[in-house]
């Protein structure tokens, strides 16, 4: 089924422009996102619901409703600096999923694109699971999606809090820090436990000082020349390292 739009003034058009926002998107529970093979891969794991593009697409299911747009709308949707003509609106992903024994938390991670690279590289190393601390930047960003690469649709990603965070331990999870400390473990010699969260702070503050009194343990990647790395490569490095050790 298609729809054209022309006008700015369209309700449905202005419905779509909110989706830009981060109260647009909770309010609609609902989000954007562009580019071919990001839409091919919402479409795979069937959250959309419209997709918006310059002419209609084939092969796309009755249920998603075709939104044809002109050039000038398209650029006003888009969030990329050159947009590729296409855009769908999908319905936020899945919440209620099973925790796996290797949880990542993010604690305060207010960088999109910080955020979607982390995502991506879980992805990349077999995570399952990232919560989310409720201060952090929304999954939703534009930029986090675009910083995925489609990651979002592969890896459990949702908000958390401190109070679930101690159920886990009740559970048997050891929550296990990454911060610069004299007590750290180097990371070459820490011994990863059976079940654990592993906590990455904020860029700018690292792990909140409500957090860090329920940490087990903490472990810090050795390095020379400098002090400490970015969040995303630091998250990186460790994944590949629970993997492949």
């Not at 996102?33 to 959250?47: D, T």
């Not at 593009?53 to 990329?80: D, F, G, H, Y």
């Not at 855009?87 to 305060?108: N, S």
């Not at 991506?120 to 675009?146: H, M, Q, W």
Request: charged share 20%; net charge neutral; proline share 5%.
């Amino acid at each position: 089924m298609n729809k054209t739009i022309t006008s700015t003034a369209n309700p449905l058009f202005k419905s779509l422009l909110e989706l830009k926002t981060t109260s647009g998107r909770k309010a609609q529970g609902r989000f954007l996102i562009e580019g071919v093979h990001m839409v091919k891969m919402a479409i795979n794991v069937h959250i959309v619901e419209q997709i918006i593009a310059l002419s209609p697409c084939e092969n796309i299911e009755e249920a998603i409703l075709q939104i044809i747009v002109p050039a000038s709308l398209m650029k006003r949707l888009a969030t990329q600096v050159t947009p590729q003509g296409v855009l769908a609106v999908c319905r936020e992903l899945p919440i209620d999923f099973m925790l796996g024994p290797q949880i990542i938390y993010l604690d305060g991670v207010n960088d999109p694109g910080n955020l979607g690279t982390i995502i991506r590289s879980a992805a990349a190393f077999g995570i399952e699971t990232i919560l989310l601390s409720p201060d952090c930047v929304s999954l939703y960003n534009p930029k986090a999606l675009a910083a995925s690469q489609g990651a979002i649709f592969t890896v459990n990603v949702r908000e958390s809090s401190i109070d679930e965070l101690k159920r886990l331990k009740e559970q048997g999870y050891r929550l296990i820090g990454t911060r610069l400390h004299e007590e750290a473990i180097p990371l070459n010699r820490f011994a990863y436990p059976k079940k654990f969260v592993l906590v990455f702070g904020s860029e700018a503050h690292g792990i909140g000082q409500v957090l860090l009194p329920l940490l087990d343990e903490s472990i810090v990647i050795p390095m020379e020349y400098i002090e400490s790395l970015n969040v995303a490569m630091a998250a990186t490095i460790i994944m590949y390292d629970m993997k492949y050790r």
